[in-house]
């Protein structure tokens, strides 16, 4: 029988080894007062627990360094940070998110960077300061698939090593996993998240094509 961990307060949970928070919790409330996050960084997305779960099964390298791109409250950001002992910048074009995601790195006893910045913006030269990039439920509009498709040319391009995106299973996913596959290594499969309670939907696993020898 696995061992029961007793959370401190009301409203924290546990999910894959990292304490989060519900919208009741109290510091979310207090947070909610004075900031209003817009571009749908109001909460924890499930496809977060997708790649929190997918990372355990095919984890990235110790000490990592990670861009979360499109981060809302950073539950990847701060999964990576205290599991893999990554050195991560979270990125959200909000700056709204960034004080939650403080609240959760604080939480989980973890250091997570803040970048308020659209991903368009990343040049080959920025992103090559990463070895990982990760989203969960960032392709959730038409407009947002070529962005995207060009952000993974640009990653690769920087020698990024994975780009790994986790979606509900939008028809916007599959189409830039589509366009992704005709120029890199794509790894398309469908995924559950057994905690914080069961959840289905898809992960890309985008890598640079091995060389021909």
């Given amino acids: 029988m696995p061992k029961l961990e007793r959370l401190p307060e009301p409203h924290i949970y546990q999910a894959y080894g990292t304490y989060l928070l519900e919208s009741k919790h109290r510091l979310i409330r207090r947070l909610r007062k004075a900031y209003q996050p817009s571009v749908h960084g109001h909460k924890t ?3 977060s627990f997708l790649l929190m779960d997918y990372l355990q099964h095919e984890p ?30 979270a990125l959200d074009i909000d700056k709204e998110v960034f004080p939650f995601l403080d609240v959760l790195a604080a939480l989980n006893n973890v250091e997570v960077t803040p970048l308020p910045q659209k991903f368009e913006k990343l040049t080959v030269k920025d992103l090559s300061e990463f070895d990982v990039i990760v989203g969960s439920d960032v392709c959730f509009w038409d407009s947002m698939v070529k962005p995207l498709k060009s952000l993974v040319n640009r990653a ?3 020698g990024v090593e994975r780009v790994i995106i986790t979606d509900p299973g939008r028809p916007t996913f599959y189409e830039l ?31 640079p094509k091995k060389k021909k020898k």
């Fill in 45 to 47: 997305w499930s496809a």
């Fill in 177 to 207: 996993a589509d366009q992704c596959a005709k120029l890199h290594e794509v790894n398309l499969q469908e995924w559950y998240a057994a905690e914080p309670e069961y959840f289905a939907g898809e992960v890309v696993d985008i890598r």
């Fill in 60 to 89: 990235m390298r110790k000490k990592s360094r990670v861009l979360e791109i499109g981060c809302g409250w950073g539950p990847g950001s701060v999964f990576c940070a205290s599991q893999f002992k990554a050195k991560v910048t």
């Fill in 156 to 158: 690769v391009k920087a």
